[in-house]
């Protein structure tokens, strides 16, 4: 009977935390709806709440501002938009380091998370996964003597909190598995492994 139960809940709980993450996504997003003035909403013109209605206005909005934010009329409007946040002192701080962010995250040319690497922490001789984020800079460059590398170490299983470290280049190892795989590998707490692969050679580290 231990076995069987065992069996059955390897089946439900991924699809209980399937849908549970789909409908808080889906909730989240048709609260856009919101949004609109009365006389507009859906069920006012069929009678009745639509879930995912919303998403679709989500997607809609998202695809309808980058169609116009590509042309030259449209790169005006968003100049014009940041000029005017950025005479609004607590706004221009959060609003240029979260755009900073998300266009060295998101830019086909950026470097951040393309690597998946091996590094000592939170002490030595203990070690996890972390991502490459690029190269220090400023005033934390000029105080750091030798090569080093920016990396992130999320924490599990939730990825999106974490540490940022500075660490010699030559602390850090390279591992042949991709973001993605590495995501997997920390989301399930080392349950869910990549396959192996050869390691690359350690005097080729991020030399890309």
């Known amino acids: ?38 006389g507009f909403h859906p069920r006012d013109f069929i009678g009745l709440d ?61 470097q951040a998370f393309r690597k998946a690497l091996l590094v000592q922490y939170p002490r030595q001789g203990a070690w996890t996964i972390a991502f490459l984020t690029g190269q220090p800079g400023g005033d934390a460059a000029y105080h750091l003597q030798g090569d080093y590398v920016s990396v992130y170490v999320p924490t599990t299983p939730n990825p999106t909190s974490g540490f940022f470290l500075m660490m010699p280049r030559a602390d850090v190892i390279e591992l042949e598995m991709s973001v993605d795989e590495a995501l997997k590998y920390i989301i399930s707490m080392g349950v869910v492994a990549p396959p192996l692969r050869r390691p690359a050679s350690r005097a080729a580290l991020l030399n890309e």
């Open 50 to 110: 639509i879930p995912g209605v919303g998403v679709l206005a989500s997607l809609l909005i998202v695809f309808f501002t980058g169609l116009v934010a590509a042309n030259v009329l449209g790169q005006k409007l968003v100049q014009l938009w940041e000029a005017l946040l950025s005479r609004i002192p607590v706004v221009k701080s959060i609003y240029y380091s979260v755009k900073q962010v998300s266009d060295t995250v998101f830019s086909s040319t950026g």
């Open 1 to 38: 009977m231990k076995k069987y139960f065992i069996t059955g809940l390897l089946i439900w709980i991924p699809l209980a935390i399937t849908f549970m993450v789909l409908a808080w996504i889906v909730s989240t997003l048709d609260a856009i709806l919101l949004w609109l003035p009365n």
